[in-house]
């Protein structure tokens, strides 16, 4: 693996895991019952469970890939159970069978999986066209509740807080950041 390549792995690396911590907070502070912890809760999954598939392991060791899809199909498990609340849930069993998907293509194909072609080229774009999208709509939403927080911060107003769960930003910003990282890593593939 080049210079360049490790580096940017391991930025990766970092990015899942302090959205995957920030998520944990989150549903430290809202309650694991509660609507809001139940999604941040799946959130922190998925970000440390795209940090670990992000790992430069260089052969993988074998091991990887099986304890990913476990952990990945009971993910959409629980994604589909999020489902009953609402359809904006939906996302979430996207980005669970996405990873599914991924950890089947490090599975089978050589080494690690990020490195050359692997998995099915229609599925592959299809997912890097949803993701495109969803990392552009999540900047310009990003952008929008950053101008109304400034707005309300120049009127004396507290800004929109997100509740007890933590700020709309951070939330919107570490949503993003995990599209980011999805994103990058179907590019690899």
Do not use: K, N
Not at 4 to 15: E, I
Not at 28 to 43: L, M, P, V
Request: glycine fraction near 18%; include cysteine.
């Amino acid at each position: 693996m080049s210079l360049s390549s490790s580096v940017s792995a391991w930025l990766l690396v970092l990015l899942c895991t302090a959205s995957g911590a920030y998520c944990l907070l989150r549903v430290r502070r809202t309650g694991r019952g509660s609507r809001g912890g139940s999604a941040a809760a799946g959130e922190a999954l998925m970000g440390f469970g795209m940090a670990l598939m992000a790992l430069p392991l260089g052969t993988g060791g074998g091991w990887q890939g099986p304890v990913l899809l476990v952990v990945f199909c009971a993910a959409a498990l629980h994604s589909v159970w999020l489902l009953r609340e609402g359809a904006h849930h939906t996302h979430h069993l996207v980005g669970s069978l996405t990873m599914v998907y991924m950890a089947l293509a490090a599975a089978s194909g050589p080494g690690h999986g990020h490195a050359g072609t692997a998995g099915l080229p229609l599925l592959t774009g299809l997912l890097l066209v949803y993701y495109a999208g969803y990392v552009v709509l999540g900047g310009a939403r990003l952008v929008t509740v950053g101008a109304t927080a400034a707005a309300g911060a120049d009127t004396g107003g507290a800004g929109d807080r997100g509740g007890r769960g933590g700020s709309t930003e951070l939330i919107r910003a570490c949503r993003l950041a995990m599209g980011t990282g999805m994103l990058a890593m179907l590019l690899t593939m």
